[in-house]
C-alpha cells in the first residue's frame, strides 16, 4: 500500500527543519512536536492511533459522532487506486460537501459509507440505532407505488406505516373481523411510532418534487428523474440521522432545487452531499470535503471559503515538497558515502531518506489544471433564422409561432418549466426534428456540435463501435476515430486529463463524470461553431464545468444555447434567456438567469398575496351578509358612522377604483416589459410599484369593510 501523501508531507516538515508548519484538516502542526514522534511515524499502530490524525476528523465529541470510516481504501477494477487510507468521521448536524475530479472515487466513496459497497482495506461503522438514508446517483425503485417507495424504510415508523397501509387496503377490500382487528392493532401502532406525522410530510413532500402526481401511481415506467424524487421523497420521509446524497439535483427543475436547498437548510439531520451545482453547495453545506490525490481534505465553511483556503493549501504543501528536495540533496550526499557498518541510526536515517524520495516526487507540477481548447471553424454573417415556426407532437404544441434570427456571438439561455420542451426546441435547432409548419434557414458555414442531455449510452456505443465489438470498445478508438489519428487522439485525451495509460481503457469502465468529459471532447473535436449544450453540468465536476465556463466565455466566438438547471453555469455562460411557455410561446429575457428567478418568485409572491386577499374579501363580504341577516332586528340600536367617517367611507370607495385602475395598468406594463426583454431593473422597479399598490388596495379594502359592517349594522 502506498504512503498517505499527507503523513509523506509530515515527514517532509520534519526534515526542513524549524519553522515549517503542514496545515492539515485540523489546523497546523508544528514540527518539533512531529518530530518527536519521527521514529514511530511509519509504524502501523501509529497510523491507526495517533491523536495527531484523529484531531482532523473528531473534533466534535464522541457521544456526536454518527459515523466512522478508517483506513479506508478503494481502487477501481484493481488497477487504479482511487482512495487510499482515508479517516473520516460525520457528527451531528454537520452538513458536508464532498467535491473532487471525475474519477476520484466520490460516488465510491459514498457507496462505502452507506454499505452498499466494500473497500479494499479499512473499515466503516455508524452510531448504534442512527437511521442513515442513502440516494445514489441512479436510485433503483421497488415494484409497486410511489408510496409503498417511499415507505420501503426499515426503520420502526417505516414499518408501522407499511403496516398500516396494507391492513387500512385490505379491511376496505374484505371487511371482516379479523381485518378490522389488524387494523386496530396497525393504528394503535401508527400512534405508538407517531407515524401520522410522517405520513403528512410524505403527501408534502411528493407534492413538492412530484407536482400533480398521485400517491398510488405506478413507478414501472417512471424516468430516471422520476426515480430521483422518489427517492429523495423516501429518504427525506425518515428525518434520518445521516443523509447520504449523490448528485441530488440531477434532473431536478429550478423551483425543486430551491425547495430542497431550503429542506436541507433547516433539517437536523447530518450531511454528505456530491453535487456539482455551487449555489447549492453553497446554501446548504457547512463544510467542504475534497478528495484529492487519493486522500481527503477538511475546509471549515461554504463552498466560497473552501476555494480561498484550497489555493492557500496547495501552496503550502508545494513548500513542503521544495523543502524535501532541498533536504534531500544533502540526504542522497550522505547515502553515497555511508559507511558499511550501519548503526539503529544509521537506518532510521535511510528510512528518512526514503521517505523524503516520496515527498519530493509527490509535488503537482505535472498535474495541470483542465484548459479547453477547440480549433475554430469559422462562421459567416447568417447563422440560423426561424421565421412563424410551428412545432406539434402528439396533440401538444412545443413551439408556436416563433420567429428569431440567432446571430453571430450570441449566448442564450432556455429555460422554462419541466415538460415544457426545452430539449426538444435544441432538437429542432439542429435540424433533427422537422417543423410542422414555418421554416428553418441555416447558413452555409455553420457546424453544430450537440452535447446531448442523455450521455453515452449504450445505444451511442453501439453506434461508434458497431454491436459486436462495444464490449471491448476503447477510448482511444472512438477519440481517433474523431481526431482523425491515434497521435492527435493521444494529445487531445492528455487536454482533457486523461493520461496515455488510462486513453487505453475500455469504454464502459469509465466512471459517468468521466463519460460526460469524453462526451465534451468529442463535441468540440468536431470544430463545431455552434454549440447546443443540453444539461451540460450532470455529471461533470467543478473543474471541468469552470474551464468549459472559461472556454466559452474567452474562446469560443460562435453561438452558444444552453439548457441548464445550474444557476452558477447559466449566470457564467447566458447572456440573455428565451423563456419557453406551456403551448409553445417564446419570450425574450434581457439578464441573467438569477435574475429572472428573483423576478419569477416575485411575480409568484405577487400571484399568491391576491389569491389570499381575493379570499379574505369574500371571506369578510360573507361575513357582513351574514352578520346582517342575524341582526336586522338590532340595527337601531348599533353604533352609527360619524360624519368624518361617513366621507371617509364614500372617499375609499372612489380611492379602491383609482387604485384596482392602477394596478391594471401596471400589470400591463409588466407583461409588455417582460415580453419585449427590457432590462432586469426596469422590470424590477415596475413589480415594486405594483406591489406598493396592490398593500395600499390591501389596506383600504380593510378599511371599507370595517365602516361598511357599522353602517350596515
Request: aromatic residues 6%; contains cysteine.
Amino acid at each position: 500500500m502506498a504512503t498517505r501523501l499527507s503523513t509523506l508531507l509530515w515527514v517532509a516538515a520534519c526534515a526542513a527543519g524549524p519553522g515549517i508548519n503542514f496545515r492539515t484538516q485540523g489546523g497546523s502542526l508544528p514540527t518539533n512536536l512531529l518530530s518527536e514522534r519521527f521514529g514511530r511515524m511509519f509504524s502501523k499502530n501509529f497510523r491507526e492511533s495517533s491523536p495527531i490524525r484523529r484531531k482532523a476528523f473528531a473534533r466534535a465529541g464522541t457521544a456526536d459522532v454518527l459515523l466512522w470510516g478508517e483506513g479506508l481504501t478503494k481502487s477501481h477494477d484493481g488497477e487504479i487506486t482511487q482512495f487510499e487510507d482515508i479517516d473520516l468521521t460525520v457528527s451531528r448536524g454537520e452538513k458536508l460537501g464532498l467535491i473532487g475530479a471525475n474519477g476520484c472515487g466520490k460516488s465510491t466513496l459514498m457507496k462505502v459509507l452507506a454499505g452498499a459497497d466494500f473497500p479494499d482495506a479499512g473499515g466503516c461503522r455508524t452510531r448504534k440505532g442512527s437511521v442513515v438514508a442513502y440516494v445514489e446517483q441512479d436510485p433503483k425503485l421497488p415494484p409497486g407505488t410511489i408510496l409503498d417507495a417511499i415507505y420501503q424504510g426499515s426503520t420502526p415508523m417505516m414499518k408501522a406505516l407499511r403496516d398500516f397501509q396494507e391492513a387500512s387496503t385490505y379491511a376496505s377490500i374484505s371487511p371482516t373481523p379479523e381485518a378490522l382487528r389488524k387494523l386496530e392493532q396497525a393504528t394503535e401502532n401508527m400512534n405508538l411510532q407517531g407515524a401520522w406525522e410522517a405520513e403528512a410530510l410524505a403527501k408534502k413532500i411528493v407534492t413538492a418534487l412530484l407536482p400533480n402526481m398521485p400517491l398510488d401511481a405506478s413507478t414501472e415506467n417512471f424516468s430516471g428523474g422520476q426515480r430521483k424524487r422518489v427517492a429523495l421523497a423516501a429518504s427525506l420521509v425518515q428525518k434520518p440521522d445521516l443523509l447520504l446524497l449523490d448528485e441530488p439535483t440531477n434532473h431536478l427543475d429550478v423551483k425543486c432545487i430551491q425547495w430542497l436547498e431550503t429542506e436541507l437548510k433547516d433539517s437536523n439531520s447530518a450531511m454528505i452531499l456530491v453535487t456539482h451545482d455551487r449555489y447549492f453547495l453553497e446554501r446548504t453545506c457547512q463544510e467542504i470535503l475534497e478528495m484529492d490525490t487519493g486522500g481527503i481534505y477538511r475546509h471549515p465553511g461554504t463552498f466560497s471559503k473552501y476555494l480561498e483556503g484550497r489555493q492557500k493549501r496547495l501552496e503550502e504543501e508545494q513548500n513542503i515538497v521544495d523543502n524535501a528536495k532541498r533536504a534531500l540533496v544533502k540526504e542522497t550526499e550522505w547515502m553515497r558515502r555511508m559507511p558499511k557498518a550501519r548503526s539503529t541510526k544509521s537506518q532510521a536515517r535511510i528510512d528518512r531518506y526514503h521517505d523524503l524520495v516520496k515527498v519530493a516526487s509527490s509535488g503537482r507540477s505535472e498535474k495541470k489544471d483542465l484548459k479547453i481548447q477547440s480549433q475554430k471553424a469559422r462562421l459567416g454573417s447568417k447563422v440560423i433564422g426561424f421565421e412563424n415556426a410551428v412545432f406539434v407532437r402528439e396533440g401538444q404544441t412545443y413551439l408556436d409561432d416563433f420567429t428569431f434570427t440567432f446571430k453571430r456571438g450570441d449566448r442564450i439561455g432556455i429555460v422554462g418549466p419541466n415538460g415544457v420542451g426545452k430539449s426538444t426546441f435544441l432538437d429542432i435547432f439542429a435540424g433533427e426534428v422537422p417543423l410542422s409548419k414555418g421554416s428553418r434557414d441555416i447558413g452555409e458555414t455553420v457546424q453544430i456540435g450537440y452535447y446531448r442531455q442523455q450521455g453515452l449510452d449504450d445505444s451511442w456505443l453501439e453506434q461508434v463501435a458497431g454491436e459486436t465489438a462495444m464490449e471491448k470498445a476503447r477510448l482511444i478508438d472512438v477519440v481517433t476515430d474523431a481526431a482523425g489519428n491515434q497521435d492527435d487522439a493521444l494529445r487531445l485525451l492528455d487536454k482533457f486529463q486523461f493520461p496515455r495509460k488510462r486513453a487505453f481503457t475500455a469504454l464502459k469502465r469509465l466512471s459517468g463524470g468521466e463519460k460526460r468529459r469524453v462526451q465534451l471532447l468529442l463535441v468540440l473535436a468536431k470544430k463545431p461553431n455552434i454549440l447546443l449544450l443540453d444539461e451540460p453540468s450532470n455529471d461533470l465536476d467543478i473543474p471541468t464545468l469552470t474551464a468549459l465556463e472559461e472556454f466559452l466565455e474567452s474562446e469560443f466566438e460562435g453561438v452558444v444555447l444552453v439548457v441548464s438547471h445550474d444557476r452558477a453555469f447559466m449566470d457564467q455562460v447566458a447572456e440573455t434567456l428565451l423563456v419557453l411557455q406551456p403551448g409553445g410561446q417564446m419570450k425574450m429575457f434581457m439578464g441573467r438567469f438569477s435574475e429572472y428567478l428573483e423576478l419569477d418568485q416575485a411575480r409568484e409572491k405577487h400571484d399568491g398575496e391576491q389569491k389570499k386577499l381575493r379570499k379574505q374579501q369574500e371571506k369578510k363580504a360573507q361575513n357582513i351578509a351574514q352578520s346582517a341577516a342575524a341582526n336586522g332586528s338590532k340595527k337601531g340600536r348599533e353604533r352609527k358612522l360619524s360624519w368624518k367617517e361617513k366621507k371617509e367611507y364614500e372617499s375609499l370607495e372612489t380611492h379602491i377604483e383609482e387604485l384596482t385602475e392602477k394596478k391594471e395598468e401596471l400589470e400591463s406594463i409588466l407583461n409588455t416589459a417582460t415580453a419585449n426583454g427590457d432590462a432586469y431593473e426596469a422590470i424590477a422597479d415596475i413589480a415594486a410599484k405594483l406591489a406598493n399598490v396592490d398593500a395600499e388596495i390591501e389596506a383600504k379594502t380593510d378599511r371599507w369593510i370595517e365602516l361598511a359592517e357599522v353602517l350596515e349594522g
